[in-house]
């Protein structure tokens, strides 16, 4: 593709139907740009007409929104793909990229600063080593928009060291950068500090100024996130004195009338409150000396600051400050002074806990976001939640002082409430967080409070206030109480007795009446959780005989909520039907005939959150075990109405819905209880040979036991197509892979099972060579162990002598140095208690049952083997129990929201198939070896165990002594 005129134009006019609201016209446009981004010099193309100020602006953004796409798609080259940006464009990019972000609009300069950081993450510093040079060079200009521009990248690359595991690689990489950018971060932010006051009079240059500081103060926080530089603790003085003149430093000037959004004044004091919390919380000896005057100026902003929503963040970053210092034990007497605690909690915490104005108008206009932020531990921190955790803290360190406080503030709130109240419900609700707050001792997201105050009498305020209010008929009248009511319980599930938990289940499924999505949604929501608690025994604490007599208002509740406008894909429902479905067990098929048809007339109309997707989909897989586990001949009904959905899914080619199609469908599959794969099934089988369909990562895994259950259903129908030589092109592919090749190894197992011996002669030969061939190509630890347990299933099924032999027709005698390289160094690495069963029989088969091992070429190997093979015995097992009855487990994490990734989550639970062992007839694997040496002569025996260490050699001892066998 040249880079001329002609090339513009045309780009630009694609660019510009791309934009277009027809899909007629858009789609086509999007299609093309699509196929010519392949094309060598494109992205210098688009770079180029990003810069030519002769084009329109709109034009010239989407060129940068189609740019930064074009990087986020391409740039890293995922394992085994093709790059798909040629060499000369990825060295053009990183030369062009710089200039051009600071040099280009706001809105395109926000574009490409994207597009450094995503270069960044997978080039810098080892493929960019000069990158920093490009950006520090440009703090000299004077110019903010530039200088502005290298901050916003510098932020926008740097901010991963947040939240990125600590190691090696990393710390190199943040020293280099601190070598290189933090002294001239350090002296650029002296001197805009003192430009604020040369600028003092000039409004417009504040702006610029502030917000420079702003972002300063954001690449300081990510800098100093992973550990304390050398370089910044002995500059503390200058950030902190600075730092401390920016938090009681006011500009009227910069005040916004706008009381929802922060001005640039906020914006930057909440920042400065986040870097001196990270550094109260990491750093606190180094910090300590500079605690007094930030705790002052901390004091001092929260008594003048209003309840404005734009004041949120800087509110809720300055009570993190207190919490942090009041959790520590050498500041807490800064906290034991009676005015000042008692200032604390009515002048600071109580006004933070009231329910405003702001917050009903989230609670009725936006209640995802409420949900998000309330339930869901969203990332925005909230007045309310920063005010729970310093209650947490002081309740934690001032139990009784904390209680007598806000005792008063509980009772005289009640009682405003008692009197009045439809006109005082905020009072009650503020009681109902301050309590939770107060009591919450421990939490987490899998069981909510799991310690709680001695000084808050949880089951007393659950009896006298938060039942009645459940209890009352009108389930619509004072929403925001009965939703905070509903979360009182699901709270404090695991702590309160078991007959309020239990006994609140009738009202939570009332309450799935509510007009108001928060409502419904939060009863839905309490439901799947109480349903999902385990007791002592581990089994679940709401019986199935107390579940039932609830279960048809229970489930007519459920399924009304997704009739509603704005719930018709609510998320919190569809989990509690799964659960519910779950927890009924065989109950629910009385029901199931008026239900599912609601399930799949939902999932007909291809919903688009993929939450309730993931949970529609797991009902409905559930709803087929639970089913067909009484009356296997139901799976024909279920395939009747599913087909049709199934098949217009991947004519559309859904992608987010397809790696659930394979899975039921292997499920349905699997469920036939005759071994041949019926006709509409072996008609699907070619398509799923399909190359293409493996190209998509998150398909592979789902596809996969796909195959396996055609494999294990219709190995001869396969072979009567002459299919094999597709099938043994997918596990090609597959092993080839480092991030697939163990589902290569799946693949194959199912095959070697399954396949007649005669009918795979003439192709393991190909198969062995393949597989030495990634060994020798790129050798890891995951291949490595999947290749001994093929190893192990080839001997179970052919044969030691057959394993023996075809490895040396390859080459002679490198068996020996496969036993040599990879198995005995690598079998203690086996884990899983199939695949661990299947090597210790397979390679106790090679030692008792193959004479070759007993020649002179091998026997060296035989002791170092039989040592090994004895340690994995001994070594630890995984002996997690999964219960047979369980349908679901206790907990089920979210699956991950973003269908752009592709590691994607989209294992379905309810439809997998417990693994099966291949090997049931073999009970105890140390009497299966030990029965087969016993066959030994027992002076070779005390040879052998001479030769293992004297530790593994007391353990073959026993194992022999249980078969009858004694060593002279």
Same mark, same amino acid.
């Given at each position: 593709?040249?880079?001329?005129?002609?090339?513009?134009?045309?780009?630009?006019?694609?660019?510009?139907?791309?934009?277009?609201?027809?899909?007629?016209?858009?789609?086509?446009?999007?299609?093309?740009?699509?196929?010519?981004?392949?094309?060598?010099?494109?992205?210098?193309?688009?770079?180029?007409?990003?810069?030519?100020?002769?084009?329109?602006?709109?034009?010239?953004?989407?060129?940068?929104?189609?740019?930064?796409?074009?990087?986020?798609?391409?740039?890293?080259?995922?394992?085994?793909?093709?790059?798909?940006?040629?060499?000369?464009?990825?060295?053009?990019?990183?030369?062009?990229?710089?200039?051009?972000?600071?040099?280009?609009?706001?809105?395109?300069?926000?574009?490409?600063?994207?597009?450094?950081?995503?270069?960044?993450?997978?080039?810098?510093?080892?493929?960019?080593?000069?990158?920093?040079?490009?950006?520090?060079?440009?703090?000299?200009?004077?110019?903010?928009?530039?200088?502005?521009?290298?901050?916003?990248?510098?932020?926008?690359?740097?901010?991963?060291?947040?939240?990125?595991?600590?190691?090696?690689?990393?710390?190199?990489?943040?020293?280099?950068?601190?070598?290189?950018?933090?002294?001239?971060?350090?002296?650029?932010?002296?001197?805009?500090?003192?430009?604020?006051?040369?600028?003092?009079?000039?409004?417009?240059?504040?702006?610029?100024?502030?917000?420079?500081?702003?972002?300063?103060?954001?690449?300081?926080?990510?800098?100093?996130?992973?550990?304390?530089?050398?370089?910044?603790?002995?500059?503390?003085?200058?950030?902190?004195?600075?730092?401390?003149?920016?938090?009681?430093?006011?500009?009227?000037?910069?005040?916004?009338?706008?009381?929802?959004?922060?001005?640039?004044?906020?914006?930057?004091?909440?920042?400065?409150?986040?870097?001196?919390?990270?550094?109260?919380?990491?750093?606190?000896?180094?910090?300590?000396?500079?605690?007094?005057?930030?705790?002052?100026?901390?004091?001092?902003?929260?008594?003048?600051?209003?309840?404005?929503?734009?004041?949120?963040?800087?509110?809720?970053?300055?009570?993190?400050?207190?919490?942090?210092?009041?959790?520590?034990?050498?500041?807490?007497?800064?906290?034991?002074?009676?005015?000042?605690?008692?200032?604390?909690?009515?002048?600071?915490?109580?006004?933070?806990?009231?329910?405003?104005?702001?917050?009903?108008?989230?609670?009725?206009?936006?209640?995802?976001?409420?949900?998000?932020?309330?339930?869901?531990?969203?990332?925005?921190?909230?007045?309310?939640?920063?005010?729970?955790?310093?209650?947490?803290?002081?309740?934690?360190?001032?139990?009784?002082?904390?209680?007598?406080?806000?005792?008063?503030?509980?009772?005289?709130?009640?009682?405003?409430?008692?009197?009045?109240?439809?006109?005082?419900?905020?009072?009650?609700?503020?009681?109902?967080?301050?309590?939770?707050?107060?009591?919450?001792?421990?939490?987490?997201?899998?069981?909510?409070?799991?310690?709680?105050?001695?000084?808050?009498?949880?089951?007393?305020?659950?009896?006298?206030?938060?039942?009645?209010?459940?209890?009352?008929?009108?389930?619509?009248?004072?929403?925001?109480?009965?939703?905070?009511?509903?979360?009182?319980?699901?709270?404090?599930?695991?702590?309160?007795?078991?007959?309020?938990?239990?006994?609140?289940?009738?009202?939570?499924?009332?309450?799935?009446?509510?007009?108001?999505?928060?409502?419904?949604?939060?009863?839905?929501?309490?439901?799947?959780?109480?349903?999902?608690?385990?007791?002592?025994?581990?089994?679940?604490?709401?019986?199935?005989?107390?579940?039932?007599?609830?279960?048809?208002?229970?489930?007519?509740?459920?399924?009304?909520?997704?009739?509603?406008?704005?719930?018709?894909?609510?998320?919190?429902?569809?989990?509690?039907?799964?659960?519910?479905?779950?927890?009924?067990?065989?109950?629910?098929?009385?029901?199931?005939? $008026?239900? +599912?048809?609601?399930?799949? =007339? !939902? *999932?007909?109309?291809?919903?688009?959150?993929?939450?309730?997707?993931?949970? @529609? /989909?797991?009902?409905?897989?559930?709803?087929?075990?639970?089913?067909?586990?009484?009356?296997?001949?139901?799976?024909?009904?279920?395939?009747?109405?599913?087909?049709?959905?199934?098949?217009?899914?991947?004519?559309?080619?859904?992608?987010?819905?397809?790696?659930?199609?394979?899975?039921?469908?292997?499920?349905?599959?699997?469920?036939?209880?005759?071994?041949?794969?019926?006709?509409?099934?072996?008609?699907?089988?070619?398509?799923?040979?399909?190359?293409?369909?493996?190209?998509?990562?998150?398909?592979?895994?789902?596809?996969?036991?796909?195959?396996?259950?055609?494999?294990?259903?219709?190995?001869?129908?396969?072979?009567?197509?002459?299919?094999? $030589?597709? +099938?043994?092109?997918?596990? =090609? !592919? *597959?092993?080839?892979?480092?991030?697939?090749?163990?589902?290569?190894?799946? @693949? /194959?197992?199912?095959?070697?099972?399954?396949?007649?011996?005669?009918?795979?002669?003439?192709?393991?030969?190909?198969?062995?060579?393949?597989?030495?061939?990634?060994?020798?190509?790129?050798?890891?630890?995951?291949?490595?162990?999947?290749?001994?347990?093929?190893?192990?299933?080839?001997?179970?099924?052919?044969?030691?002598?057959?394993?023996?032999?075809?490895?040396?027709?390859?080459?002679?005698?490198?068996?020996?140095?496969?036993?040599?390289?990879?198995?005995?160094?690598?079998?203690?690495?086996?884990?899983?208690?199939?695949?661990?069963?299947?090597?210790?029989?397979?390679?106790?088969?090679?030692?008792?049952?193959?004479?070759?091992?007993?020649?002179?070429?091998?026997?060296?190997?035989?002791? !170092? *083997?039989?040592?090994?093979?004895?340690?994995?015995?001994?070594?630890?097992?995984?002996?997690?129990?999964?219960?047979?009855?369980?349908?679901?487990?206790?907990?089920?994490?979210?699956?991950?929201?973003?269908?752009?990734?592709?590691?994607?989550?989209?294992?379905?639970?309810?439809?997998?198939?417990?693994?099966?062992?291949?090997?049931?007839?073999?009970?105890?694997?140390?009497?299966?070896?030990?029965?087969?040496?016993?066959?030994?002569?027992?002076?070779?025996?005390?040879?052998?165990?001479?030769?293992?260490?004297?530790?593994?050699?007391?353990?073959?001892?026993?194992?022999?002594?249980?078969?009858?066998?004694?060593?002279?």
């Amino acid at each position: 593709m040249e880079l001329d005129r002609g090339n513009l134009i045309t780009l630009s006019e694609y660019l510009k139907q791309s934009l277009s609201p027809d899909v007629n016209v858009r789609r086509p446009a999007e299609k093309f740009l699509e196929s010519i981004e392949v094309n060598q010099n494109y992205p210098a193309l688009l770079l180029h007409l990003i810069e030519k100020t002769e084009f329109d602006l709109t034009i010239r953004i989407a060129g940068a929104v189609a740019f930064k796409n074009y990087i986020k798609r391409n740039w890293k080259v995922e394992e085994d793909e093709v790059d798909k940006i040629h060499a000369q464009d990825r060295e053009a990019i990183k030369k062009l990229i710089v200039n051009l972000m600071l040099h280009s609009p706001e809105l395109i300069q926000k574009q490409l600063s994207d597009v450094i950081s995503i270069i960044g993450k997978h080039d810098f510093p080892n493929k960019w080593p000069d990158l920093i040079d490009q950006m520090v060079v440009k703090f000299d200009t004077g110019d903010f928009h530039v200088i502005n521009g290298v901050l916003h990248t510098a932020h926008s690359l740097f901010k991963r060291y947040r939240y990125e595991f600590g190691s090696q690689i990393l710390w190199t990489e943040i020293k280099f950068v601190l070598e290189k950018f933090a002294k001239p971060l350090t002296d650029l932010f002296v001197a805009t500090m003192n430009l604020t006051q040369v600028h003092a009079n000039n409004i417009e240059a504040l702006k610029t100024i502030y917000n420079s500081l702003t972002i300063l103060s954001k690449v300081f926080y990510s800098l100093n996130f992973q550990d304390l530089p050398e370089f910044f603790e002995d500059n503390m003085e200058i950030w902190m004195s600075n730092f401390h003149q920016l938090l009681t430093t006011d500009v009227p000037a910069l005040q916004t009338t706008n009381n929802e959004d922060p001005s640039v004044m906020e914006q930057l004091k909440s920042q400065v409150c986040d870097n001196i919390v990270l550094y109260a919380q990491k750093y606190n000896e180094e910090f300590q000396n500079y605690v007094p005057q930030f705790l002052d100026a901390i004091w001092k902003l929260l008594n003048v600051t209003g309840q404005e929503p734009k004041f949120d963040a800087l509110v809720s970053n300055s009570l993190q400050f207190l919490v942090t210092i009041a959790d520590r034990s050498q500041y807490r007497a800064l906290f034991e002074d009676p005015a000042t605690f008692h200032n604390i909690c009515a002048n600071l915490i109580t006004p933070n806990i009231e329910f405003r104005e702001a917050d009903n108008e989230l609670f009725e206009y936006n209640p995802e976001e409420y949900i998000r932020r309330d339930i869901e531990g969203s990332d925005v921190d909230t007045r309310r939640r920063a005010a729970c955790d310093l209650v947490k803290v002081l309740a934690k360190h001032f139990g009784a002082k904390v209680m007598e406080i806000f005792g008063v503030y509980i009772v005289q709130r009640l009682d405003e409430y008692a009197a009045k109240p439809s006109e005082n419900w905020r009072k009650k609700d503020a009681v109902i967080y301050l309590v939770t707050s107060s009591a919450s001792r421990g939490q987490t997201q899998k069981h909510g409070v799991t310690q709680s105050n001695e000084f808050v009498p949880i089951p007393q305020f659950a009896t006298q206030h938060i039942q009645p209010e459940l209890a009352k008929s009108d389930v619509n009248d004072m929403p925001v109480l009965k939703a905070a009511s509903i979360k009182f319980i699901m709270s404090f599930r695991s702590v309160l007795p078991r007959q309020i938990v239990v006994g609140s289940l009738p009202d939570l499924v009332k309450h799935l009446s509510a007009e108001n999505v928060i409502v419904h949604s939060y009863a839905a929501c309490a439901i799947e959780k109480i349903l999902s608690i385990r007791g002592s025994d581990s089994l679940p604490m709401v019986k199935t005989e107390e579940l039932t007599p609830l279960a048809s208002n229970l489930l007519n509740g459920l399924f009304a909520i997704l009739e509603i406008p704005d719930s018709e894909e609510n998320e919190y429902a569809m989990k509690a039907i799964m659960r519910s479905f779950g927890a009924l067990k065989e109950n629910i098929i009385p029901y199931l005939n $008026n239900l +599912l048809p609601k399930l799949t =007339q !939902k *999932l007909a109309k291809n919903p688009t959150r993929p939450n309730f997707i993931h949970y @529609l /989909m797991e009902t409905l897989s559930l709803s087929i075990r639970i089913v067909c586990k009484t009356n296997p001949a139901a799976v024909e009904s279920f395939e009747q109405v599913l087909f049709p959905i199934f098949q217009g899914i991947l004519q559309q080619d859904i992608q987010e819905y397809i790696p659930y199609v394979f899975q039921v469908l292997a499920l349905l599959l699997e469920l036939h209880t005759d071994q041949n794969v019926p006709e509409p099934y072996m008609a699907l089988f070619p398509c799923l040979l399909s190359p293409v369909l493996f190209e998509r990562q998150e398909n592979i895994q789902s596809l996969n036991r796909l195959l396996q259950a055609f494999v294990s259903h219709g190995s001869h129908q396969i072979i009567a197509q002459d299919r094999t $030589n597709g +099938l043994l092109g997918v596990f =090609q !592919k *597959l092993i080839a892979s480092k991030l697939n090749d163990h589902e290569g190894f799946l @693949l /194959m197992q199912s095959i070697i099972e399954h396949f007649p011996p005669n009918i795979l002669e003439t192709y393991m030969k190909q198969v062995f060579v393949l597989l030495f061939q990634r060994l020798s190509s790129s050798k890891t630890t995951k291949f490595t162990k999947g290749l001994i347990v093929f190893f192990a299933y080839y001997i179970i099924r052919y044969g030691a002598t057959n394993l023996i032999k075809i490895i040396d027709q390859i080459q002679p005698q490198m068996f020996g140095m496969v036993l040599e390289r990879v198995i005995i160094p690598d079998l203690e690495k086996i884990s899983g208690d199939t695949d661990r069963k299947a090597v210790a029989i397979g390679l106790s088969n090679l030692l008792i049952d193959c004479p070759t091992m007993m020649e002179s070429q091998y026997n060296i190997f035989y002791s !170092k *083997l039989l040592d090994a093979l004895v340690q994995l015995f001994e070594s630890p097992q995984d002996n997690t129990r999964i219960f047979d009855d369980d349908l679901l487990p206790s907990e089920m994490d979210d699956p991950i929201v973003s269908y752009a990734s592709s590691s994607i989550c989209t294992q379905l639970i309810c439809a997998k198939n417990p693994k099966k062992d291949p090997l049931e007839g073999v009970g105890d694997v140390r009497l299966h070896l030990a029965q087969g040496l016993s066959r030994l002569p027992n002076q070779q025996l005390s040879v052998l165990l001479g030769q293992i260490s004297e530790v593994n050699a007391n353990y073959l001892k026993n194992y022999l002594q249980s078969t009858g066998t004694s060593i002279a």
